[in-house]
């Protein structure tokens, strides 16, 4: 029988992580186990546990008479995440291709060529939401639970840094999803040491392009008057 505990602690988990990513609750403003309890209708155990588990993956830290934060990391960190998830997702990559595709990366690569014929009729959240799984079903692929795990905590510790889905345009998106395709093509065709170069390459893409757009999130942030919300300066 499933224990109801643990439905709800994964159940705060999950919510927790929708709310932190998607920029709803404030980096500079202290945690309330009861305020964030309240605000997703459950109680405070569950919460003051998921809270425990972010801390355990660095999303969230505890500072001394202060409280739990949301983790705030510099370009520096993200550098730093992104190099140690290239030698992971290199080798995972590399992994796969030798491994050969699983029945879930397939099935996944035949949405990716979906979207790719007609990129204009999705979102770039939805084309960027599809490369996160492309990932995911890539690392699962690689027949490495410890290595999937790690990715797993990299990849969420590099959204801390900056939330790319909001400010991607579609040409990067587009391009973006053109990467993948190529690198799981790559994967079908056993052609590991291609597999590597290329996810390398794409992660070095998306590191730059990172960088640059926090770069400019950090101008726009200093240059908006006090009285305008970052609501109202991004379309």
């Known amino acids: 029988m499933d224990n109801p505990f643990e439905f709800e602690r994964d159940r705060a988990y999950h919510r927790l992580i929708d709310l932190i990513f998607s920029a709803k609750l404030d980096p500079a403003k202290p945690l309330s186990e009861r305020k964030l309890a309240e605000r997703l209708d459950m109680g405070r155990m569950p919460v003051r546990e998921a809270l425990r588990q972010l801390e355990r993956e660095g999303v969230v830290e505890v500072k001394p008479a202060r409280g739990t934060f949301v983790r705030q990391l510099t370009s520096e960190d993200l550098v730093d995440t992104y190099r140690v998830r290239a030698a992971l997702e290199c080798l995972g990559s590399e992994l796969a291709a030798k491994n050969g595709v699983t029945p879930a990366l397939k099935a996944h690569g035949s949405t990716l060529r979906m979207m790719a014929q007609d990129s204009s009729a999705f979102t770039t959240r939805e084309i960027d939401d599809a490369g996160t799984v492309f990932h995911e079903r890539l690392m699962d692929a690689s027949g490495s639970a410890a290595l999937c795990e790690s990715v797993r905590l990299l990849r969420m510790r590099s959204r801390l840094v900056f939330h790319l ?17 190529a690198i799981l093509e790559a994967v079908e065709n056993r052609h590991s040491q291609h597999a590597s170069e290329l996810m390398a390459a794409h992660l070095s893409r998306g590191l730059d392009l990172r960088i640059k757009l926090e770069a400019a999130s950090g101008r726009d942030r200093r240059e908006r008057p006090e009285h305008m919300s970052p609501k109202e300066t991004t379309q």
């Not at 345009?169 to 993948?180: I, K, M, S, V, Y």
Request: hydrophobic share 25%.
């Open 165 to 181: 889905p909001r400010y991607y345009d579609h040409d990067l998106a587009r391009e973006t999803l053109q990467e993948h395709i």
